[in-house]
């Protein structure tokens, strides 16, 4: 059983950082896509970063040069981490991992694109940036 969990949400004043961690259990696909999604009150879910099997990555356009999403697959334990810079108020929401076994990664092209295509997802991690 595929089992996400995220940690490390919390709140910081603009300009700040944070690094959120998703520690992924039962997830031994050997290719794979996984990404960092966010959700804003009121707003539909919005894909921020992605990762595959090989490392290949991509970020949407409001988060390049600030966000880095990376893997750890270290000691049969498979760890997502998205590392998150110079943070503003706009980027205030819940963020959430998900994963699919496909190395195909979705585009990252707006509000509520591909939230269907990936078959497992976390509960939640809220990040609050203050200005």
């Known amino acids: 059983q595929v089992q996400l969990v995220e940690s490390g949400g919390g709140s910081v004043q603009s300009g700040g950082s944070l690094r959120l961690s998703c520690a992924a259990s039962g997830f031994t696909y050997s290719r794979y896509c996984m990404a960092w999604f966010r959700q804003a009150p009121g707003k539909e879910r919005e894909g921020v970063a992605t990762?595959?099997?090989?490392?290949?990555?991509?970020?949407v356009d409001s988060v390049k040069g600030r966000f880095t999403i990376s893997q750890d697959n270290a000691k049969n334990t498979h760890t997502l981490y998205l590392q998150m810079n110079s943070l503003k108020p706009e980027d205030t929401a819940m963020y959430y991992c998900?994963?699919?076994?496909?190395?195909?990664?979705?585009?990252?092209?707006?509000?509520?694109?591909?939230?269907?295509?990936?078959?497992?997802w976390g509960q939640g991690t809220q990040v609050t940036v203050s200005s």
């Open positions: 998900a994963a699919r076994p496909d190395p195909a990664c979705p585009p990252l092209i707006g509000l509520g694109w591909a939230t269907d295509e990936y078959n497992y």
């Open positions: 990762i595959d099997s090989v490392d290949r990555t991509s970020y």
